[in-house]
């Protein structure tokens, strides 16, 4: 089964609520933040891809950028480890072990420097 993924964000004119498509590259250039809520609906759900298209440059992993914001929504037993991959400068990576519990978490990813949008 895969991880399902729904994307939230507005800005500039754009508006994506609940969409099962990230934004678009042209989209992400004009957005501060990203938000996916990401449902890991089995235990072996271990891997999801979320697409903010800002085109970061490619530095931007070296520094630790795009900021990343977690914060766990439900689960059923415990909270399985959240571990996240920037190497991307266009998609976030969110893995959890494939034995841990099935959850859903809500990621807010946000541009480097974009703390006063």
């Not at 754009?14 to 498509?21: E, F, K, Q, V, W």
Request: proline share 7%; charged share 10%; with cysteine.
């Amino acid at each position: 089964m895969a991880v399902n993924t729904l994307y939230y964000a507005r800005g500039a004119g754009i508006l994506i609520n609940g969409s099962a498509a990230g934004p678009s590259t042209t989209q992400g250039a004009f957005l501060q933040r990203v938000t996916a809520a990401c449902v890991f609906g089995v235990t072996a759900d271990a891997q999801v891809l979320i697409t903010h298209n800002m085109g970061l440059d490619v530095s931007a992993p070296n520094y630790q950028d795009p900021e990343v914001f977690m914060e766990p929504i439900s689960t059923t037993t415990y909270w399985p480890l959240i571990t996240f991959d920037r190497t991307n400068t266009n998609v976030l990576k969110a893995n959890k072990p494939a034995t841990d519990a099935p959850t859903t978490i809500l990621v807010t990813i946000r541009r480097p420097y974009s703390v006063s949008q």
